[in-house]
Each structure stands twice: as structure tokens, then as C-alpha cells.
């Protein structure tokens, strides 16, 4: 993505994201409109900065699932942020158990 304008994710689908150093900066992120969407991160490895970093708010409707498809982990339990935003609209988030 290149600029800062809105992300929407249709229902059932998915947003990937690749960790490569400079975040995804949205001004606002919609993850579907009635039954939810998926979230796919790559290459995960930094433990301070988010891929996704939305200015604004980030709406959804449904459940959001989330999968880690790849990184480096390096330390036993690091912490890897996926998602930071500026506005509170979100659920509580429920992460099930593999």
C-alpha cells in the first residue's frame, strides 16, 4: 500500500501483510461489513512496531480471525504487536486456543 487512505476488507476475505520494516498506515481499516474477515501476517519480526497502524479507527462486524504465516522468534516470550490504532471501536477480542 502506498499513501494513507482506507482499507476495507469484504466479508470472508482476507488482508495480508508482509512485515518488511515500514508499516501499513491506513486512515481507517473496515474488516467486513456482516460476517467478518481474516487477518494474515508475513514475516513477523519486530518486537516494538506494528505492521498495521491504523491513524483512525478500525471497524469490524463478525469474527476476525488472525494467523501468524511466518517470522523470526527469537526470544521465548517476546511479544509481537500486530495492530495498533488511534480510535477504540473494537469488540472485546476472544482468541480461541489451537
Same mark, same amino acid.
Given at each position: 500500500? &502506498? @499513501?494513507?487512505?482506507?482499507? +476495507?476488507?469484504? =466479508?470472508?476475505?482476507?488482508? @495480508? &501483510? ?38 483512525? +479507527?478500525?471497524?469490524? +462486524? @463478525? ?13 521465548? @516470550? ?9 480510535? =477504540? $471501536?473494537? $469488540?472485546?477480542?476472544?482468541?480461541? $486456543? +489451537?
Amino acid at each position: 500500500m &502506498v @499513501g494513507n487512505g482506507n482499507i +476495507a476488507v469484504a =466479508d470472508g476475505q482476507a488482508l @495480508g &501483510v508482509v512485515e518488511n520494516g515500514t508499516p501499513v498506515q491506513p486512515a481507517a481499516l473496515t474488516l467486513g461489513t456482516t460476517t467478518g474477515t481474516s487477518l494474515q501476517f508475513y514475516n513477523l519480526t519486530n518486537t516494538t512496531t506494528a505492521p498495521i497502524m491504523v491513524s483512525g +479507527a478500525i471497524n469490524c +462486524a @463478525g469474527p476476525i480471525s488472525v494467523s501468524i504465516k511466518s517470522g523470526v522468534f527469537k526470544t521465548i @516470550g517476546s511479544t509481537y504487536p500486530l495492530i495498533s490504532w488511534a480510535v =477504540d $471501536r473494537l $469488540r472485546p477480542l476472544t482468541i480461541p $486456543r +489451537a
